[in-house]
């Protein structure tokens, strides 16, 4: 089975096999497959919980939903924030909902979009650490720098959870 892009990615594993292998087989990073399947199974409650949530509210959200900011009406519409957040949810469901798929089927393929979307998600957080950094100085927040974190660990075990079911693939 050929991977998409594999082209781009198959080379890459191939130069990198042992340190990837060592990297994966970290004590830390050994559990991946299992961690991963329950990501993925959080990942779809949350969510699911979120979306049914929202869609009880009605056309619009209710204050303690919306985020924080001084003009309200007038920067988006509340029905387009309300449609904006269930976008995302469906979004965030359905990567989800591919990490399950993607350990029981053992396919690779399916864990492309949450590393995609994750690692476009990390390397945004870097450019704002990195911005704030020039802008406000070196200022820590403990409850951010713990999510980042965690982002970082997620991204890790999926990608581990990825290369160990490449192992089943000829890339």
Not at 12 to 31: A, D, E, M, S, W
Not at 120 to 142: H, Q, S
């Amino acid at each position: 089975m050929k991977l998409p892009f594999y082209t781009v990615i198959g080379p890459h594993f191939k130069r990198n096999y042992y340190f990837i292998r060592q990297f994966c087989g970290h004590p830390f990073l050994c559990i991946s497959d299992l961690y991963t399947m329950v990501l993925g199974i959080l990942g779809v409650a949350f969510s699911v919980f979120d979306i049914a949530m929202i869609l009880k509210c009605g056309p619009t959200l209710p204050g303690y939903l919306l985020k924080a900011r001084g003009d309200f009406g007038k920067v988006v519409d509340p029905t387009l924030e309300r449609d904006l957040k269930l976008i995302a949810l469906l979004v965030s469901l359905e990567y989800y909902l591919f990490l399950i798929v993607g350990v029981m089927s053992k396919s690779p393929v399916f864990f492309l979009p949450f590393l995609f979307l994750y690692a476009f998600i990390i390397v945004m957080e870097f450019v704002t650490l990195f911005l704030r950094l020039f802008t406000d100085g070196f200022n820590f927040n403990k409850s951010s720098l713990f999510t980042s974190m965690f982002v970082v660990y997620n991204w890790m075990c999926v990608f581990c959870c990825f290369w160990h079911k490449m192992e089943y693939c000829d890339y």
